[in-house]
């Protein structure tokens, strides 16, 4: 996932937003708000546990939170309930990962958010020449000014597109290694215990 957000510190929000699924790269998800992204993944969970990385989630997971406390969810340790969530996060704002549980019944699945940033620490413009990979990061303006409900151009469309991508990408690679848990070091130490 990514966030396309404005820099007008009195008008913060997300103008833009994408998902890309991991397994099949042409599954391709943009809206222009948070709201439809949250809602998205609401549909989601209910059949399917879902794992979500967005690259730096320090920076995206403040909207994500800020989302879930203005819509109604609390902070539950155990995710007992329905619209609750927790988070792993270091007492110096370090964070790892974003916990949410939207439905009551237990069957239904949760939604799980981490940092692609902890298991691949390069920034997305370095992704490409890293792994091999065809697609390059793009340029945008991003001080221009987007109102609300601003209609997505197609070299915004582009832009943040690219961005999930080439980060999808890398995921991908790193998983099919079996580098698949939560941070970089934590994957290095699982390939040293099973080697």
């Known amino acids: 996932g990514d966030f396309e957000t404005t820099t007008d510190i009195n008008d913060?929000?997300?103008w833009g937003s994408c998902l890309v699924n991991i397994d099949n790269l042409e599954v391709i998800q943009i809206v222009n708000n948070i709201d439809d992204t949250m809602f998205l993944l609401e549909e989601l969970t209910i059949t399917d546990k879902i794992e979500l990385y967005y690259h730096n989630l320090k920076f995206d997971g403040e909207f994500i939170l800020s989302w879930l406390y203005n819509n109604g969810f609390t902070y539950d340790e155990g995710l007992s309930s329905m619209k609750t969530f927790r988070a792993l996060i270091t007492d110096t704002g370090i964070f790892y990962q974003?916990?949410?549980?939207?439905?009551?019944n237990k069957n239904?699945?949760?939604l799980i958010i981490r940092d692609s940033l902890k298991i691949i620490p390069l920034r997305v413009e370095q992704f490409p020449k890293a792994f091999g990979l065809e697609v390059t990061k793009g340029e945008i303006d991003y001080t221009k000014h987007r109102p609300l409900n601003h209609e997505l151009t197609d070299e915004e469309i582009d832009y943040i597109k690219r961005d999930c991508l080439i980060v999808a990408q890398g995921l991908k690679f790193m998983f099919e290694q079996g580098l698949n848990k939560m941070t970089i070091s934590s994957c290095a130490l699982n390939n040293f215990k099973e080697t």
């Open 12 to 14: 913060c929000r997300v």
């Open 98 to 104: 974003i916990e949410v549980r939207f439905h009551r």
């Open 108 to 110: 239904r699945k949760k």
